[in-house]
């Protein structure tokens, strides 16, 4: 293959990687930009958050005309928001229902998030996943449930249903061991309700960049030369042990009596795969993780600079296990505490999400107001 043949993402796909975007607004689905992507960049599949709508919806004039028809019929702030983002998905998931009938529900998904706020209510929490699902109404749609001590049980709930789940916000390898436990459980509801789980599909989404910015700022504190040695390298480590876990769960008696009954893996997806660091490789989230049966999600830089330079290596975690456990054996030994960073990582990544939720709030009253006073 020469230079000017290579295609970085043809070959990951190849490898087995499902390519979603991270990113997702109106002007992408309305100016064919996203099937776009789907057609030259074998993109298949997208995933939204608090952070990315809030940054949609304040951009520009493309929602305008419906925040002003929400605004005259009085519409709160919290409807509206609900109305902007679930017609954007729907959108979406009608642009990428090809691909998800060409991979019999596997790919051609769409994510979309329960509000953040309510992540310490199981109840609430499912109550709003079944209204998402329903509002949306397509087969193709993720929901996407934050994998916090009380999501657990509403991860297995939701399954239950029949609706298929987007673990998010996954640090720790054993709330990661968790998240599967409540994935086969939710399996097994559904079996015992009478439900197909051949139409039942979920990822886990392993939170990847956000592991380095944590240790390298306490390695960085700590300062000693075997400390410093140790930076940019736990993202990939934990992701890749996350890899081994992966597949010592979907090797065991439990799930193949699950699989037997028509049953789905759960996919490990790789997410927050955008390099924060630049002395850091821009590919080594994408490049680094390439493995059978997994997602990466990426932010459109990322997936440009994997396009243009990305080296990929086929089952790139292969035979990488023991390497990585030496990794993370070296970083407690250094000092830094993989209990307390994962913990913090949790509890950062919710304050972000409802930070973000309550800017998008904020922004989508501010509209209502300009557009026509909207209810508050």
């Given amino acids: ?39 030259t960049s074998h993109v298949v599949g997208v995933t939204t958050n608090p952070t990315i709508f809030a940054t949609a919806i304040s951009a520009g004039d493309a929602y305008d005309a419906q925040v002003s028809e929400l605004a005259g019929k009085g519409t709160d702030v919290d409807a ?41 209510d199981t109840d609430a929490t499912v109550e709003m996943a ?74 886990a989404s392993f939170f990847v960049s956000r592991v380095d910015s944590e240790i390298d700022k306490q390695l960085e504190a700590i300062g000693t030369d075997e400390a410093l040695a140790l930076r940019g390298k736990a993202g990939v480590a934990n992701a890749r042990l996350a890899y081994q876990a992966y597949e010592e769960v979907f090797s065991t008696p ?3 009596n699950l699989k037997d009954d028509g049953a789905n893996a759960q996919r490990p997806l790789w997410a927050s795969t955008g390099v924060k ?58 000092g830094v505490s993989y209990a307390q960073v994962v913990e913090t990582l949790e509890v950062e990544g919710l304050d972000k999400f409802v930070g973000s939720w309550k800017e998008l709030l904020t922004d989508v009253q501010g509209e209502l107001d300009r557009l026509g006073g909207g209810a508050k």
């Avoid at 990428?96 to 992540?119: C, F, H, M, Q």
């Avoid at 599967?180 to 439900?195: C, D, I, P, S, V």
Wanted: charge should be negative.
């Fill in 1 to 39: 293959m020469t230079e000017s043949t290579k295609n970085p993402l043809a070959e990951l796909s190849a490898a087995g990687v499902s390519i979603w975007l991270d990113d997702l607004s109106r002007p992408m689905i309305t100016t064919g930009e996203l099937q776009k992507l789907i057609d």
């Fill in 80 to 120: 509206t928001v609900f109305a902007l983002t679930t017609d954007d998905v729907r959108d979406a998931c009608d642009i990428l229902k090809p691909v998800y009938d060409a991979t019999n529900g596997v790919d051609g998904r769409v994510s979309i998030e329960v509000d953040p706020r309510l992540e310490a």
């Fill in 130 to 203: 079944r209204q998402l699902w329903t509002t949306v109404g397509r087969p193709n749609l993720f929901i996407k449930i934050p994998a916090t001590v009380e999501g657990l049980p509403a991860i297995s709930k939701v399954l239950a249903d029949g609706t298929s789940v987007n673990v998010t916000l996954i640090f720790s390898l054993d709330r990661y061991r968790g998240v599967m436990n409540a994935f086969l459980t939710g399996l097994e509801q559904a079996r015992e309700a009478g439900k197909d789980l051949s139409t039942i599909h979920s990822v």
């Fill in 254 to 256: 439990r799930w193949q």
């Fill in 277 to 334: 660091n630049p002395d850091y490789p821009d590919t080594m989230y994408v490049t680094d993780l390439v493995a059978p049966n997994t997602v990466n999600t990426m932010p459109h830089k990322t997936m440009e600079a994997v396009a243009d330079h990305g080296e990929i290596r086929p089952n790139a975690v292969e035979g990488t296990y023991a390497e990585a456990q030496q990794l993370m054996d070296d970083l407690e030994r250094v």
